[in-house]
């Protein structure tokens, strides 16, 4: 399995989609849909996303290989079927801006997962603090890439605090890879350096599957 | 950003007007003591002159709106903006020569513009650009070329005006944004073509992104002066320099925040150490702009830890030549 996983996480790194394919297809024969998604597609995504932490891989290489993913997955999980693992509500947005990259990027790896996410697209701190309380979200992503619109998530926790909430905010993007410790200063409850951490800080903050 | 608040302007009234933005500049000058004037207006300046929306903030810089190419397949129809029939670029070019009648040439003032790589960004959306980069090089071409000569039609207005020198922010040819060997065959040969067209030098900035593992193809691309990431060991960077590039950074305006001024003077000292030796090193943030919320003390913590470390023969700094 280490090694279809190492060949899968080339072909992503090199943008092949075919060989990706290829790869699972012929692994399909010898695993479950599950073993697929969690030994192949996310260990793939979780190393590249450790990788670009490091600058051993770009964006550009991260942003496909979440895209190439999305598709392949949805091409194992049968359409309009059950939902694959047990989930809270999780809702995703940008915060205040038009940077979608990395909402893109989360959502797309939280897919190749098989999680099923509400998306708000681009939301002001009013707009996403009734989604959530309509939505009853459980998890919220926000995705920010300026520092003023990761100072306003402080405002977005202490509005789900005033609404009598129990949701939990996890951030990510710019500010919060420059400054650390920015996150616990807006009161998140957790921070993802990388796309590929979020399954683990779900797992973590709700005690469901990742 | 800063100088809106000098001259007692909100964020949206102070770019509204080129007296605006050189009259902050100088206030600037005279109260952190700067070195150089910034013709730096906001980063969507560029994508206004192609028509796109810039949405204006209280507390942050002007940000692009939606993306306006959304069919990549009409990127051979695009026209770019006339630089001098565009009122956006007119301020600017307004800004410039108004910093340059007062400080004449006693002070350099800082030209910018977004490369013809990098603006797609914000022309189409970041991730429309990379699916293109990955699947129609065709379209990519063709945009780029037009960008190209937008690019140096902007750059070289901005010189004529008055500017010393122009900030090229590439962000995009960074191997955190693509890899080395996708910026060998994009990215590098657009900054070749465009910066040899420049008629005055050229800073390339990463605007956070990282530079050592391009740091040579940089060099090459014949820019002058290359803006540095914190997320990098600034002595390397330095040491890959070294009498090739001047150095500017990297300072990190988002933490700065925070900073007291015990620990900017720290800071501004360790860059000094660092990078200092030998010369062909500026001081200045990583980013290309220092955030609205970092507070007057922390500014002039950082300007007069400059004077205080900067001065030449450095004390202590790295390297034999200090």
Redo the contacts between chains.
Sequence with gaps: MNRISEQFEQALLS?DKKTAAQLLKDASASFTQMQLIDEIVTAALTNIGKKWEK?D?????V??SG?ICEELVDGLLPQGGPQLRSQPVIAIAVL??????GK?IVSSVLHAKGFNILDYGRVTVNEVLWKVQADNVELLLLSVL????A?HVRDVVAGIRAAGLNTKVVVGG??FL??R??WQEVEADAMGSSAAEIPAIIQSLTGEAS | MHGAKEAGLSIKDYFSKAENVAEGQMLMRDKYGNDCLYAFFYAPLEVEAWGGEVIYSSDGPPNAGAPFILDPEKISQLKAPSVKETPCLVKVLQAIKLMKSRVEDTCPIIGVVMSPFSVPVMQMGFGRYLELMMQRPDLMDKLLRINEDFCVEWANAQLEAGATAICYFDPVSSPTVVDREFYLRTGFGVAKRTLARFKGPAATHFSSGRVLPIIDNVIQSGASVVGVSCLENLYEIKSACRGRITVMGNLNGIEMRRWSPVEAEEKVRQTILDAGAGGGFIVSDNHGEIPWHVPEDTLFAVSSAVRKWGMYPLAGAAGNDR
Excluded: E, I, K
């Design positions: 943008v600058g891989a770009s964006l550009a290489q942003y496909m895209r205040d801006d038009y940077h979608t990259l893109r300026m520092l003023n619109s100072l710019a500010p420059f400054d410790q920015l």
